[in-house]
């Protein structure tokens, strides 16, 4: 990685505007869009289902006792994820 540096420091101007990485991938680019309509669905259904929720005469209590418990479960999923994924590395 330090090579990589090093002769980016040391190229020329003109060496550097010669270099194609400049260049993005198609690939990069529909991964970009996919994750983005993603995240914002994810925020959608979290805004939506409290008030569709609601709408179905819930109680909020019940509500926020589902709220609390799929918070709680994603964080510990992400604690043994991790746990999992430092083992691997």
């Known amino acids: 990685?330090?090579?990589?540096y090093q002769e980016l420091i040391d190229m020329d101007k003109e060496e550097f505007k010669n270099?194609?990485?400049?260049k993005i991938n198609s690939n990069i680019i529909?991964?970009?869009?996919?994750t983005f309509l993603a995240d914002i669905g994810g925020g959608l259904v979290n805004v939506?289902?409290?008030?569709?929720?609601?709408?179905?005469?819930?109680?909020?209590?019940f509500i926020g006792?589902?709220?609390?418990i799929a918070d709680f479960t994603?964080?510990?999923v992400c604690i043994f994820l991790l746990k999992i994924s430092t083992n691997i590395l």
Do not use: R
């Not at 990685?1 to 990589?4: E, K, P, Q, T």
């Not at 270099?19 to 400049?22: A, C, E, L, R, Y």
């Not at 006792?65 to 609390?68: F, H, K, L, N």
């Open 19 to 22: 270099i194609n990485s400049k």
């Open 74 to 76: 994603s964080g510990i």
């Open 1 to 4: 990685m330090i090579n990589i």
């Open 65 to 68: 006792t589902v709220e609390g």
């Open 48 to 61: 939506v289902l409290p008030l569709y929720l609601t709408a179905l005469e819930l109680n909020k209590t």
């Open 30 to 34: 529909w991964l970009s869009v996919a």
